[in-house]
T-cell receptor, first 115, second 115 residues
Framework: AQSVTQPDIHITVSEGASLELRCNYSYGATPYLFWYVQSPGQGLQLLLKYFSGDTLVQGIKGFEAEFKRSQSSFNLRKPSVHWSDAAEYFCAVGTPGAGSYQLTFGKGTKLSVIP | DSGVTQTPKHLITATGQRVTLRCSPR?????VYWYQQSLDQGLQFLIHYYNGEERAKGNILERFSAQQFPDLHSELNLSSLELGDSALYFC??????????????FGPGTRLTVL
């Protein structure tokens, strides 16, 4: 069965510093990978997705992620964090099945930003 | 704003009661997915409907049921509620194109509190 691991439960960075959130997946076939962000009291917003092609994908709000098949990873990065980036970040793998398509999520990484 | 709407935003009820959560997908989306987000289990897939038909079930309890109506809105019915059912319930919608390259867009969620 597919699974997603986000090793860091909570990360604190200073505003302006770079950020990397880790995500490892377990899936037997070619994965479809996503990063979502959840601000307090809000729903999930899609940051970026990887289906195929270029392994470095660009998303909204200046985020990017790199798919590394050999490491089963899809880490999220941002060169300079803003205070508004404080939120919880979820990595997910999409698993197409017969007539359906489900997302399996990691437990999330909570990001705190210090001014 | 993802275009997916959910009502109500908050729901407080007592154990043993039954509630109905409503979701309206984005215009043109035929698929509706329900997820439960709880502190101990994280984000878990419950059920998927496509154009009125059930397509897949995840970790959905027998006390829970869902349906999708001809106008494509969906309702999640939770009965015989227990304290452990307190959670944030998300609806997501997508256009299922097949091939697995589908993106799910999430609503703001309904926070259910069972007292």
């Amino acid at each position: 069965a597919q699974s997603v691991t986000q090793p860091d439960i909570h990360i604190t960075v200073s505003e302006g510093a770079s950020l990397e959130l880790r995500c490892n997946y377990s899936y037997g076939a070619t994965p479809y990978l996503f990063w979502y962000v959840q601000s307090p009291g809000q729903g999930l917003q899609l940051l970026l997705k990887y289906f195929s092609g270029d392994t470095l994908v660009q998303g909204i709000k200046g985020f990017e992620a790199e798919f590394k098949r050999s490491q089963s990873s899809f880490n999220l990065r941002k060169p300079s964090v803003h205070w508004s980036d404080a939120a919880e970040y979820f990595c997910a793998v999409g698993t197409p099945g017969a007539g359906s398509y489900q997302l399996t999520f990691g437990k999330g990484t909570k990001l705190s930003v210090i001014p | 704003d993802s275009g997916v709407t959910q009502t109500p935003k908050h729901l407080i009820t007592a154990t043993g009661q039954r509630v109905t959560l409503r979701c309206s997908p984005r215009s043109g989306d035929l698929s509706v997915y329900w997820y439960q987000q709880s502190l101990d289990q994280g984000l878990q897939f419950l059920i998927h409907y496509y154009n009125g038909e059930e397509r897949a079930k995840g970790n959905i309890l027998e006390r829970f049921s869902a349906q999708q109506f001809p106008d494509l809105h969906s309702e999640l019915n939770l009965s015989s509620l227990e304290l452990g059912d307190s959670a944030l319930y998300f609806c997501a919608s997508s256009v299922v194109k097949g091939g697995g390259t589908d993106t799910q867009y999430f609503g703001p969620g309904t926070r259910l509190t069972v007292l």
